[in-house]
């Protein structure tokens, strides 16, 4: 089809790997997680799964999840690269 | 070490898996608007359209050629997406489509420039869902106020505190009569995901205004974006509630909420927006805060 | 059918033929005919379209807009300070590629309050990426309201589509239209990029400049692919129901010195003028523009030209004398006459080709300007 | 061409007459248009309508400067419009009158309309309805014939009374 104006396509990492925004990075103490899942309910950007993988491509480090986590069993790190 | 594979997320098993936004959206970490539009499509599902007004979401569904959003978006002018979304399911209703039309609008193109098409497409009893998220100020521009700014809240337009008071966008859609209206918060996204699912079954126009914190707009760090929902049904300055055919029901959190709020203070104290508020200031918004507890149990008593 | 009607209800008969699934439109004098006649089609069960009444005229093309890529047929009506109301959704039609169809009832604007015909406000919205005609009878009215739909709707196309007539002037007068049984003129409408939640898209996102440049390209590469459709649309109309229609109508064109240019009703006036002139002797011919975009080329080269403009562009001069003078290179007389729905005799029209002075201007009724 | 110029006032039914009798003309296999000037003047208040019959297509758009015919449906208009005004030398007038008027140069026919319409209790909104009997005069005097005058009342209108009065104004217009 012609492109007569502008239609853009669904695909993952449309904006690009938003992972690199970040200063903080999740990590996870799976020995205190009781996989509640509050931290993928309350994600704005959906990056974790059902089994609660956070997907760090595109995590943007915003940190909700470590301050809503019950358990407090996320601590946010300071990236090294 | 817990297995988390095989124990259940039962607080999210009765809603979809599936994600329509993609991952990632352009919005900044952080963003309570992103969370809402998650519940929003999760509630809506694919035979949905968005139709969006000029706001933080025409960004963070992405430049073209891709989009973060696997739903049709329909991107149209400040002050047309009500009127845009009249013609549209007008459209697909001449079809015999059951395509669920959705406008999704921040506050300033819902309050302000965007007010007439709202309320002309509610008198026309137009069969869709508006849905205002709002930030309380023109976020996409950089927060300047909008009509929905509270009492004493910086933005760069209101340098000294907004003077004057939030519209109430609530009583103006709630003098359209419409068959369904309700408010919701991004601090309580299964509550969203609910009254969605609830509006969208209902014929006719209905309505649902979402308080959605605001990281960079609200001067808060970005993991306090649930937290800082929660806290302004917590203190009574946003309150839950449906008003379904005219009768009031008020949600859950914001029963307790009403009966004891918590000290505004601990609302507004995290914002940087508020600093330096008067005490005069801080009266007022107290007053009002409380007013409009008053007007609402009133009003679920059935006492006018 | 044989019948007589005004030029606003020529254009509602149309409608009523073309079967748009949605329209939407909010009155304004002169225009407010077109609406009531097709909110009373619909109301009556003779036209089955969702008639929205809107709140403003911003809002009719919205809803025209959600509609028409919402996947049907799609009509508006306005006027005037109407029309400009709409202007931002008018230049959105465009670019999102809509062949949404608008008659506009060309009147002036205020300050102060005027309800008759002019055509500033048309030109107004020159550069939005319509395609505008112009028509001088009820009959024509009727016939360019029902090409609109087929030359819009074109896949060569795709752009949103005025047909501008002069309030009062042709919108209230009554003259005799035949309506015609279409048939399959109109093909059903289908629009490439509807919105099709199967195949979901992104429409009108942000657009970075290269690709926005390419869009915009498109769009006038299309105005320039609808020359070639407007003429077959036209000719295939002409076959089907004997009446045929051109870039412009010209009269007694052929061995003429001299010929004025004229858009709408003063176009049709001018012929009468151009047979006065004939009876005394002076060789003129008129060539009535209809449409305005895409700009037709025309052919005056070697002759002197009148130009009528029922507009005016301030600071500059009249719209249509500018478009002849860049088109042509010809310097032309200038009028500017029937602002405002200024009566506009062919009396007076002789007159200007009488008194002509090619490469100066002249407005009509005014003694004192320079 | 046969150029007429309709005085009335506002809800008198001087536009509608126009129309009539256009439609009258073109079912006489006759070119027509009508056109009234519109004003920002609300009912009641004088409105011109406009008439072009002739056997060839018309393009004249502007107004009648130089009617043939001038047709008065409220002769109160005579006191503040000069209803003569560009009549042509051998023009006629048509007053809606049970008696002529003096100073009415040229040809004058009258005919009591609001009579026939109260006669008939063709009455809308207070108004006697004058536009359908006066298109009978017309036809007495030639303008149209009798049978596209009924006929074009038939297509506009559904109410039988409507001919009956146009027929009673074509028997009262003396000639």
Same mark, same amino acid.
Not at chain 1, 21 to 42: I, M
């Given at each position: 089809m012609r492109e007569r104006l502008a239609l853009s396509r669904p695909k993952d990492g449309a904006s690009g790997k %938003?992972? %690199?925004?970040?200063t903080f990075r999740p990590v996870v103490d799976k020995e205190t997680c009781n996989a509640c899942g509050l931290c993928a309910q309350y994600c704005p950007d959906a990056v974790i799964d059902e089994e609660l993988n956070i997907d760090l491509d595109y995590c943007k480090g915003c940190g909700i999840c470590a301050n809503e986590c019950p358990k407090e069993a996320i601590a946010m790190v300071r990236e090294e690269r | 070490m817990t297995n988390i594979t095989v124990r259940s997320v039962t607080n999210l098993s009765?809603? &979809? @898996?599936?994600? +329509?936004? +993609? @991952?990632?959206? #352009? *919005?900044? *970490? /952080?963003c309570s608007s992103s969370l809402c539009l998650r519940y929003v499509l999760k509630a809506a599902g694919p035979d949905s359209v968005l139709v969006i007004p000029a706001c933080c979401t025409s960004v963070i569904q /992405? %430049? +073209? &050629? /891709? %989009? *973060?959003?696997s739903v049709p978006v329909y991107n149209v002018a400040f002050a047309a997406s009500a009127a845009c979304a009249s013609g549209m399911s007008e459209a697909f209703a001449a079809m015999g489509r059951e395509t669920n039309v959705i406008v999704y609008a921040g506050d300033g193109g819902t309050v302000d420039i965007g007010i007439q098409a709202l309320s002309g497409a509610f008198e026309r009893g137009t069969n869709f869902l508006y849905i205002c998220y709002d930030n309380e100020a023109y976020g996409n521009t950089g927060m300047q106020r909008s009509g929905a700014t509270p009492l004493g809240a910086r933005t760069t337009t209101t340098p000294g505190g907004k003077p004057t008071t939030k519209k109430d966008l609530d009583r103006i859609v709630e003098a359209h009569n419409p068959p369904y209206m309700a408010t919701a918060c991004s601090a309580y996204p299964l509550d969203l995901y609910k009254k969605v699912k609830k509006a969208l079954s209902i014929e006719g126009p209905k309505f649902i205004h979402v308080l959605a914190p605001c990281p960079p707009g609200w001067r808060y760090p970005t993991e306090k974006t649930v937290e800082m929902g929660k806290l302004a049904v917590k203190t009574g300055t946003w309150i839950l509630y449906e008003r379904e055919y005219g009768k009031l029901t008020i949600n859950g959190p914001s029963k307790a909420a009403m009966r004891k709020p918590a000290p505004l203070e601990d609302y507004i104290r995290g914002q940087g927006r508020f600093k330096n508020v008067s005490p005069e200031i801080l009266n007022l918004m107290r007053q009002q805060v409380q007013q409009n507890i008053e007007r609402l149990s009133r009003e679920e008593a059935g006492v006018c | 059918m044989l019948t007589i009607a005004t030029g606003n209800k020529a254009v509602a008969a149309a409608v009523k033929a073309a079967k748009p699934g949605v329209i939407a439109a909010y009155p304004i004098t002169p225009q407010t005919e077109i609406v009531e006649q097709i909110a009373d089609y619909v109301a009556g069960g003779d036209l089955e379209s969702r008639y929205i009444p809107v709140e403003s005229e911003h809002s009719a093309m919205a809803a025209c807009i959600g509609a028409s890529v919402g996947g049907v047929r799609t009509f508006t009506a306005t006027s005037s300070h109407g029309l400009l109301y709409m202007h931002e959704m008018v230049h959105w039609a465009a670019g999102a590629r809509l062949p949404i169809v608008m008659a506009n009832v060309n009147r002036a604007l205020g300050p102060g309050w005027n309800i008759w015909a002019e055509h500033t406000d048309a030109f107004s919205q020159r550069d939005t990426g319509w395609l505008q005609v112009f028509v001088g009878t009820v009959q024509e009215a009727y016939d360019a309201t029902l090409m609109a739909f087929k030359v819009a709707e074109d896949e060569r196309v795709l752009l949103p589509l005025m047909v501008n007539l002069d309030g009062f002037a042709l919108s209230h007068i009554t003259q005799s239209l035949e309506t015609v049984d279409i048939g399959d003129f109109l093909p059903p409408y289908h629009l490439p990029h509807a919105i099709d939640t199967e195949n979901p898209l992104g429409y009108g996102p942000v657009t970075g400049p290269a690709d926005y440049v390419r869009f915009r390209w498109d769009i006038e590469r299309s105005m320039r692919d609808a020359r070639g459709v407007i003429a077959e649309v036209e000719r295939e109309f002409a076959e089907r129901f004997g009446r045929s229609y051109g870039p412009t109508e010209d009269y007694r064109c052929e061995d003429a010195d001299v010929i004025v240019v004229a858009m709408g009703t003063l176009g049709k006036e001018a012929e009468v003028a151009i047979d006065r002139l004939r009876d005394a002797g002076i060789k003129a011919g008129s060539m009535r523009l209809r449409w305005f975009r895409p700009f037709p080329d025309l052919d005056l080269a070697g002759r002197e030209v009148v130009v009528i403009d029922r507009d005016y562009s301030f600071g500059f001069g009249g719209v249509v004398a500018h478009a002849i003078r860049s088109k042509t290179g010809i310097e032309p007389y200038s009028v500017i006459a029937g602002l405002g729905g200024q009566e506009v005799t062919y009396n007076d029209i002789a007159d200007f080709v009488r008194n002509r002075r090619p490469g100066t201007e002249t407005w009509f009724g005014v003694s004192d300007h320079v | 061409m046969y150029e007429i110029r309709i005085h009335s006032r506002g809800g008198q039914g001087g536009v509608t007459a126009a129309k009539l009798l256009a439609l009258a003309a073109f079912r006489d296999g006759k070119h027509a248009t009508a056109f009234p000037f519109y004003g920002t003047e609300r009912r009641g208040a004088p409105v011109v309508s406009f008439v072009r019959i002739d056997d060839e297509p018309i393009k004249v758009y502007s107004q009648i400067h130089e009617p043939d015919l001038v047709i008065v449906l409220?002769? #109160?208009i005579m006191d503040v419009v000069d209803v003569l005004d560009g009549l042509k030398t051998d023009g006629t007038v048509l007053l809606n009158s049970a008696h002529p008027i003096t100073g009415c140069n040229g040809a004058c026919r009258y005919v009591d309309l609001t009579g026939i319409a109260l006669a008939e209790n063709l009455v809308v909104a207070g108004s006697p309805i004058l536009n359908t009997p006066v298109i009978g005069a017309l036809a007495k005097m030639g303008i149209v014939t009798l049978p596209s005058a009924e006929k074009a009342i038939r297509e506009m209108f559904s109410d039988e009374r409507n001919v009956k009065a146009a027929r009673a104004a074509y028997e009262e217009l003396k000639i």
């Amino acid at each position: 089809m012609r492109e007569r104006l502008a239609l853009s396509r669904p695909k993952d990492g449309a904006s690009g790997k %938003t992972g %690199t925004w970040r200063t903080f990075r999740p990590v996870v103490d799976k020995e205190t997680c009781n996989a509640c899942g509050l931290c993928a309910q309350y994600c704005p950007d959906a990056v974790i799964d059902e089994e609660l993988n956070i997907d760090l491509d595109y995590c943007k480090g915003c940190g909700i999840c470590a301050n809503e986590c019950p358990k407090e069993a996320i601590a946010m790190v300071r990236e090294e690269r | 070490m817990t297995n988390i594979t095989v124990r259940s997320v039962t607080n999210l098993s009765a809603i &979809p @898996k599936e994600e +329509y936004l +993609y @991952k990632c959206t #352009s *919005a900044c *970490a /952080g963003c309570s608007s992103s969370l809402c539009l998650r519940y929003v499509l999760k509630a809506a599902g694919p035979d949905s359209v968005l139709v969006i007004p000029a706001c933080c979401t025409s960004v963070i569904q /992405g %430049t +073209y &050629p /891709g %989009t *973060a959003m696997s739903v049709p978006v329909y991107n149209v002018a400040f002050a047309a997406s009500a009127a845009c979304a009249s013609g549209m399911s007008e459209a697909f209703a001449a079809m015999g489509r059951e395509t669920n039309v959705i406008v999704y609008a921040g506050d300033g193109g819902t309050v302000d420039i965007g007010i007439q098409a709202l309320s002309g497409a509610f008198e026309r009893g137009t069969n869709f869902l508006y849905i205002c998220y709002d930030n309380e100020a023109y976020g996409n521009t950089g927060m300047q106020r909008s009509g929905a700014t509270p009492l004493g809240a910086r933005t760069t337009t209101t340098p000294g505190g907004k003077p004057t008071t939030k519209k109430d966008l609530d009583r103006i859609v709630e003098a359209h009569n419409p068959p369904y209206m309700a408010t919701a918060c991004s601090a309580y996204p299964l509550d969203l995901y609910k009254k969605v699912k609830k509006a969208l079954s209902i014929e006719g126009p209905k309505f649902i205004h979402v308080l959605a914190p605001c990281p960079p707009g609200w001067r808060y760090p970005t993991e306090k974006t649930v937290e800082m929902g929660k806290l302004a049904v917590k203190t009574g300055t946003w309150i839950l509630y449906e008003r379904e055919y005219g009768k009031l029901t008020i949600n859950g959190p914001s029963k307790a909420a009403m009966r004891k709020p918590a000290p505004l203070e601990d609302y507004i104290r995290g914002q940087g927006r508020f600093k330096n508020v008067s005490p005069e200031i801080l009266n007022l918004m107290r007053q009002q805060v409380q007013q409009n507890i008053e007007r609402l149990s009133r009003e679920e008593a059935g006492v006018c | 059918m044989l019948t007589i009607a005004t030029g606003n209800k020529a254009v509602a008969a149309a409608v009523k033929a073309a079967k748009p699934g949605v329209i939407a439109a909010y009155p304004i004098t002169p225009q407010t005919e077109i609406v009531e006649q097709i909110a009373d089609y619909v109301a009556g069960g003779d036209l089955e379209s969702r008639y929205i009444p809107v709140e403003s005229e911003h809002s009719a093309m919205a809803a025209c807009i959600g509609a028409s890529v919402g996947g049907v047929r799609t009509f508006t009506a306005t006027s005037s300070h109407g029309l400009l109301y709409m202007h931002e959704m008018v230049h959105w039609a465009a670019g999102a590629r809509l062949p949404i169809v608008m008659a506009n009832v060309n009147r002036a604007l205020g300050p102060g309050w005027n309800i008759w015909a002019e055509h500033t406000d048309a030109f107004s919205q020159r550069d939005t990426g319509w395609l505008q005609v112009f028509v001088g009878t009820v009959q024509e009215a009727y016939d360019a309201t029902l090409m609109a739909f087929k030359v819009a709707e074109d896949e060569r196309v795709l752009l949103p589509l005025m047909v501008n007539l002069d309030g009062f002037a042709l919108s209230h007068i009554t003259q005799s239209l035949e309506t015609v049984d279409i048939g399959d003129f109109l093909p059903p409408y289908h629009l490439p990029h509807a919105i099709d939640t199967e195949n979901p898209l992104g429409y009108g996102p942000v657009t970075g400049p290269a690709d926005y440049v390419r869009f915009r390209w498109d769009i006038e590469r299309s105005m320039r692919d609808a020359r070639g459709v407007i003429a077959e649309v036209e000719r295939e109309f002409a076959e089907r129901f004997g009446r045929s229609y051109g870039p412009t109508e010209d009269y007694r064109c052929e061995d003429a010195d001299v010929i004025v240019v004229a858009m709408g009703t003063l176009g049709k006036e001018a012929e009468v003028a151009i047979d006065r002139l004939r009876d005394a002797g002076i060789k003129a011919g008129s060539m009535r523009l209809r449409w305005f975009r895409p700009f037709p080329d025309l052919d005056l080269a070697g002759r002197e030209v009148v130009v009528i403009d029922r507009d005016y562009s301030f600071g500059f001069g009249g719209v249509v004398a500018h478009a002849i003078r860049s088109k042509t290179g010809i310097e032309p007389y200038s009028v500017i006459a029937g602002l405002g729905g200024q009566e506009v005799t062919y009396n007076d029209i002789a007159d200007f080709v009488r008194n002509r002075r090619p490469g100066t201007e002249t407005w009509f009724g005014v003694s004192d300007h320079v | 061409m046969y150029e007429i110029r309709i005085h009335s006032r506002g809800g008198q039914g001087g536009v509608t007459a126009a129309k009539l009798l256009a439609l009258a003309a073109f079912r006489d296999g006759k070119h027509a248009t009508a056109f009234p000037f519109y004003g920002t003047e609300r009912r009641g208040a004088p409105v011109v309508s406009f008439v072009r019959i002739d056997d060839e297509p018309i393009k004249v758009y502007s107004q009648i400067h130089e009617p043939d015919l001038v047709i008065v449906l409220d002769t #109160s208009i005579m006191d503040v419009v000069d209803v003569l005004d560009g009549l042509k030398t051998d023009g006629t007038v048509l007053l809606n009158s049970a008696h002529p008027i003096t100073g009415c140069n040229g040809a004058c026919r009258y005919v009591d309309l609001t009579g026939i319409a109260l006669a008939e209790n063709l009455v809308v909104a207070g108004s006697p309805i004058l536009n359908t009997p006066v298109i009978g005069a017309l036809a007495k005097m030639g303008i149209v014939t009798l049978p596209s005058a009924e006929k074009a009342i038939r297509e506009m209108f559904s109410d039988e009374r409507n001919v009956k009065a146009a027929r009673a104004a074509y028997e009262e217009l003396k000639i």
